[in-house]
């Protein structure tokens, strides 16, 4: 019996792993049970009965290929992201926004026209979970505004029985007001942080003094105040502080009161800007990540935030209505569609949402469901189609042609089997939860 062609067979001691890339479940096997893309006849009549049900056995893939869009669109979460202003206290060289600081914030009637964007979508097409992602510049900077679009999502979801799930992008300098948030159903803080050496020479204060230690301090006052909240730790990647991961890990072990969230990102020159040279290309990088960086992260007991997957399904991008709003009050597809020219106002895209207006087109045009190349590939519930993503396209065009883009499956799912031998494969908290912590 045939094995889907979505199905990865990897050998592990003396057994064959069975990871159904559809799902992200596994089955363990007799060697000799697989053969190739074939189901030896071996076993018994429930287990293979059982194995059909959960989608490893086929006779065709057509019935996935027919229901592709109900897995890769998500229709039940909406992600907006709130560019509040290009001001901040810090000036990163690597910054997508250095040199655009102009002290201007979004104006008060675009966050209305916020809410009434999510209204208007409601309306079409209710969901059961908001995701509001506040960032800047520095959010912080410009408290009042945070206070209102967070304050009139509160009660958007409140009126409309909506779970919201507070996103907040801060560089950690500036935390007493966001200790302050309340009133939501989850509440999410990022914060850069790269090896101290490394973050104090690029992350500055205004009289020039590194920022790491006062970081780390913040970090710990949140966590004592608002236990609750998750922090992810980013940790920016270049050719520099890539070699100094372990010893980051080791020092924010010490430091740190608890275990946070570690996400490793691509220090891209996206800005156009020569003033911050990154030697790693995204290829080297997503080597590194799904490698030595969970090796990484294993040893030190954190969790590993990295998955198999390239575009897991909290990607903002892969929600239908999904929209990020720039300070100026112009609106993209997702938080990396700062390099696309001809954005729509939101107040012409409120005016118009119910037409098929030139974003909403365009979204369409951006999913991978009118990519009959991405339809056809085995590979599509490992990348979800991101060779269509502007963040990957941006970063490396020809990354499709590998498609999952060098990530090394069958040592991630060695890994993992080796984590819950030994008793700690909560330790891979993306792929046992299906959660993305961007």
């Given at each position: 019996?045939?094995?889907?062609?979505?199905?990865?067979t990897?050998?592990y001691?003396?057994?064959?792993?069975?990871?159904?890339?559809?799902?992200h479940?596994?089955?363990?096997?007799?060697?000799?049970?697989?053969?190739?893309?074939?189901?030896?006849?071996?076993?018994?009549?429930?287990?293979?009965?059982?194995?059909?049900?959960?989608?490893?056995?086929?006779?065709?893939?057509?019935?996935?290929?027919?229901?592709?869009?109900?897995?890769?669109?998500?229709?039940?979460k909406?992600?907006?992201s709130?560019?509040?202003?290009?001001?901040c206290?810090?000036?990163?060289?690597?910054?997508?926004?250095?040199?655009?600081h102009?002290?201007?914030?979004?104006?008060?009637?675009?966050?209305?026209?916020?809410?009434?964007?999510?209204?208007?979508?409601?309306?079409?097409?209710?969901f059961?979970?908001?995701?509001?992602?506040?960032?800047?510049?520095?959010?912080?900077?410009?408290?009042?505004?945070?206070?209102?679009?967070y304050?009139?999502?509160?009660?958007?979801?409140h009126?409309?029985?909506v779970?919201?799930?507070?996103?907040?992008?801060?560089?950690?300098?500036?935390?007493?007001?966001?200790?302050?948030?309340?009133?939501?159903d989850?509440?999410?803080?990022?914060?850069?942080?790269?090896?101290?050496?490394?973050?104090?020479?690029?992350r500055?204060?205004?009289?020039?003094?590194?920022?790491?230690?006062?970081?780390?301090?913040n970090?710990?006052?949140?966590?004592r105040?608002?236990?609750?909240?998750?922090i992810?730790?980013r940790?920016?990647?270049?050719?520099?502080?890539?070699?100094?991961?372990?010893?980051?890990?080791?020092?924010?072990?010490?430091?740190?009161?608890?275990?946070?969230?570690?996400?490793?990102?691509?220090?891209?020159?996206?800005?156009?800007?020569?003033?911050?040279?990154?030697?790693?290309?995204y290829?080297?990088?997503v080597?590194?990540?799904?490698?030595?960086?969970?090796?990484?992260?294993?040893?030190?007991k954190?969790?590993?935030?990295?998955?198999?997957?390239?575009?897991?399904?909290?990607?903002q991008?892969?929600?239908?209505?999904?929209?990020?709003?720039?300070?100026?009050?112009?609106?993209?597809s997702?938080?990396?569609?700062?390099?696309?020219?001809?954005?729509?106002?939101i107040?012409?895209?409120?005016?118009?949402?119910?037409?098929?207006?030139?974003?909403?087109?365009?979204?369409?045009?951006?999913?991978?469901?009118?990519?009959e190349?991405?339809?056809?590939?085995?590979?599509?519930f490992?990348?979800?189609?991101?060779?269509?993503?502007?963040?990957?396209k941006?970063l490396d065009s020809?990354?499709?042609?590998?498609?999952?883009?060098?990530?090394?499956?069958?040592?991630?799912?060695?890994k993992?089997?080796?984590?819950q031998?030994?008793?700690?494969?909560?330790?891979?908290?993306?792929?046992?939860?299906?959660?993305?912590?961007?």
């Amino acid at each position: 019996m045939k094995l889907s062609k979505y199905v990865r067979t990897i050998n592990y001691n003396d057994e064959v792993i069975l990871y159904n890339t559809v799902d992200h479940a596994m089955v363990q096997l007799p060697k000799e049970a697989v053969k190739g893309n074939e189901l030896e006849d071996i076993l018994d009549d429930d287990s293979v009965s059982v194995l059909k049900e959960m989608g490893y056995l086929v006779e065709t893939d057509t019935l996935i290929e027919s229901q592709m869009e109900s897995y890769l669109i998500n229709r039940t979460k909406l992600f907006i992201s709130v560019e509040l202003n290009l001001s901040c206290n810090l000036r990163c060289p690597y910054c997508y926004q250095a040199g655009m600081h102009n002290g201007k914030s979004v104006d008060n009637r675009v966050l209305e026209k916020i809410v009434d964007y999510a209204n208007a979508v409601y309306q079409k097409e209710p969901f059961s979970d908001l995701f509001l992602k506040i960032l800047g510049g520095e959010p912080t900077l410009v408290w009042q505004k945070f206070e209102k679009i967070y304050g009139d999502f509160s009660v958007f979801c409140h009126e409309k029985g909506v779970k919201l799930h507070l996103l907040v992008d801060t560089n950690g300098t500036l935390i007493d007001d966001l200790l302050t948030l309340s009133d939501y159903d989850s509440l999410l803080f990022t914060i850069p942080l790269t090896a101290k050496e490394c973050h104090d020479d690029v992350r500055k204060d205004a009289k020039g003094n590194g920022t790491y230690d006062l970081i780390i301090e913040n970090i710990n006052t949140i966590k004592r105040e608002k236990p609750e909240a998750k922090i992810v730790i980013r940790y920016n990647v270049d050719n520099e502080n890539v070699k100094l991961f372990d010893i980051f890990l080791e020092d924010i072990e010490r430091k740190l009161t608890f275990k946070p969230l570690i996400s490793v990102n691509y220090t891209a020159e996206l800005n156009g800007k020569k003033d911050f040279g990154n030697g790693m290309t995204y290829r080297e990088f997503v080597e590194w990540s799904s490698s030595k960086a969970i090796d990484s992260l294993v040893k030190n007991k954190m969790p590993v935030t990295i998955s198999p997957i390239v575009s897991v399904e909290e990607c903002q991008f892969r929600s239908k209505y999904s929209l990020k709003v720039f300070s100026d009050g112009t609106v993209g597809s997702c938080a990396m569609d700062f390099f696309e020219n001809g954005r729509m106002s939101i107040d012409e895209l409120v005016s118009r949402i119910d037409e098929d207006n030139s974003f909403l087109l365009k979204k369409k045009k951006q999913t991978i469901m009118v990519d009959e190349q991405c339809l056809k590939c085995d590979s599509i519930f490992l990348c979800g189609g991101t060779n269509k993503l502007p963040c990957i396209k941006a970063l490396d065009s020809d990354l499709c042609k590998d498609k999952h883009f060098g990530i090394d499956i069958e040592m991630f799912i060695k890994k993992y089997m080796e984590c819950q031998e030994n008793g700690t494969s909560e330790l891979f908290v993306v792929f046992e939860n299906g959660e993305s912590y961007r």
